[in-house]
């Protein structure tokens, strides 16, 4: 797991740990943990997540490590948390991570998803 801190336009709302859902398309996931400031946004992410608005892109979010290493997002950073339906806790996928430094195996590899995807085992 990597614990993440997740921002939208620099200001930190929620909290992830993260693993890595889809290790060849450089996906990973977690239960998001909303702070305060998430619900002042989470009617725009509702609207996203029933697609009565567009993009996240407008919530500029971003994940970064404690260390404060920001996390690369070529698919960029999803919120599924649909208030009118009762689908668990919300969850952020963190997509097409791509690190110039190739962090992903990094962060990941201990993972046993990572570790089935690439060794082919299940």
């Known amino acids: ?5 997740i921002f939208s336009n620099d200001r930190l ?13 450089g996906v990973a996931s977690g239960e998001f943990r909303p702070t305060e400031a998430y619900f002042e946004i989470r009617s725009a992410v509702d609207a996203i997540c029933n697609g009565l608005s567009s993009g996240y892109e407008s919530l ?12 690369e997002a070529a698919g960029g950073i999803v919120i599924l948390d ?6 668990g806790p919300p969850q ?12 992903y195996g990094e962060w990941f590899g ?3 998803f990572y570790k089935s995807y690439f060794s082919g085992e299940p």
């Open 110 to 112: 201990d993972d046993p």
């Open 60 to 71: 500029g979010l971003r994940a970064e490590t404690e260390q404060g290493v920001r996390l």
């Open 13 to 25: 709302i929620g909290h992830a740990d993260l693993f890595a859902s889809d290790p060849g398309m």
């Open 82 to 87: 649909a208030i009118e339906f009762d689908i």
């Open 92 to 103: 952020v996928d963190v997509c097409g991570i791509s690190n110039a430094n190739y962090r």
């Open 1 to 5: 797991m990597l614990p993440v801190r």
